[in-house]
């Protein structure tokens, strides 16, 4: 069973970064494709950025494009998501997800895509 642990939310400033991490635990890490989907209070999930199985391919939605990064690392089980220039419009639960699948187009990511890790909140201030 694949357990998801997310880390690295927090309150920021408008203009501020974070970084999410994501360890994957109870199966092989790179035998999964990975994202990030994010919801925010009244809305629905919404996916924010994939990476492939190696890292060498990453999908970004375009409201992220130029200011998050998502990167893995599978020595360490890990995924992340490097975000700067943040904006009030960012504030939202972030969630990490493991799938089957990589996608080279944000759009054909569905909402239910794979295994879930229980969230973290990032709130960014104006």
């Known amino acids: 069973q694949v357990q998801l642990i997310e880390s690295g939310g927090g309150v920021v400033q408008a203009g501020g970064s974070l970084r999410l991490s994501c360890t994957l635990s109870?199966?092989?890490?790179?035998?999964?494709?990975m994202a990030w989907y994010r919801q925010a209070l009244g809305q629905e999930r919404e996916f924010v950025a994939g990476v492939g199985f190696t890292g060498r391919a990453t999908t970004l939605a375009d409201p992220v494009k130029g200011r998050f990064t998502i990167s893995r690392d599978n020595r360490k089980n890990t995924v992340y998501l490097q975000m700067n220039s943040l904006k009030p419009e960012d504030t939202a639960v972030y969630y990490c997800?493991?799938?089957?699948?990589?996608?080279?187009?944000?759009?054909?990511?569905?909402?239910?895509?794979?295994?879930w890790g229980q969230g973290t909140q990032v709130t960014v201030s104006s």
């Open positions: 997800a493991a799938g089957n699948s990589f996608y080279t187009s944000s759009t054909d990511y569905p909402p239910d895509y794979g295994s």
């Open positions: 109870g199966r092989s890490f790179s035998n999964y494709a």
